[in-house]
């Protein structure tokens, strides 16, 4: 396999989690799988075994985008949040964005915290923990 970006091999999904405050991995998270097309292909769609925990989307990097970080925060993290949360999130583009969050979390008593870049994987809870191991 001739490999000439690290980047092509490295990225082909993300996960998405929701912990909690107190440690736990709440009951949902977000699976983005990385596809051609930005989308699944008809015998993908119809074969694809997707839990009831699990909103899997696709995409052609495998990574996040605007519009996924909007799937996380309303099809995630909305039903799981009550009106008082602080949300942390890293520095990443797509999803650093208080304008985006507001849109969705607009009444509530919420809080989004932004890790400094370049500093996600030495604070994040998850990539301290969770990913660890991958």
């Not at 699990?54 to 909305?78: D, I, M, Q, T, Y």
């Not at 208080?98 to 915290?113: C, E, G, W």
């Amino acid at each position: 396999m001739d490999v000439r970006k690290k980047y092509n091999v490295t990225h082909s999904y993300t996960v998405q989690p929701v912990t909690s405050a107190d440690g736990h991995l709440l009951d949902k998270f977000l699976l983005i799988l990385q596809e051609k097309e930005n989308e699944f292909g008809k015998r993908v769609e119809k074969n694809l075994i997707v839990p009831s925990n699990v909103v899997v989307r696709a995409s052609k990097s495998g990574k996040s985008s605007g519009e996924k970080h909007h799937v996380f925060l309303n099809e995630l993290l909305r039903p799981l949040v009550g009106r008082r949360f602080l949300l942390f999130l890293d520095s990443w583009k797509t999803q650093a964005d208080l304008i985006k969050f507001r849109a969705v979390f607009p009444n509530q008593d919420s809080q989004l915290l932004i890790f400094p870049e370049g500093s996600t994987g030495h604070i994040q809870p998850q990539d301290l923990s969770l990913f660890r191991s991958w």
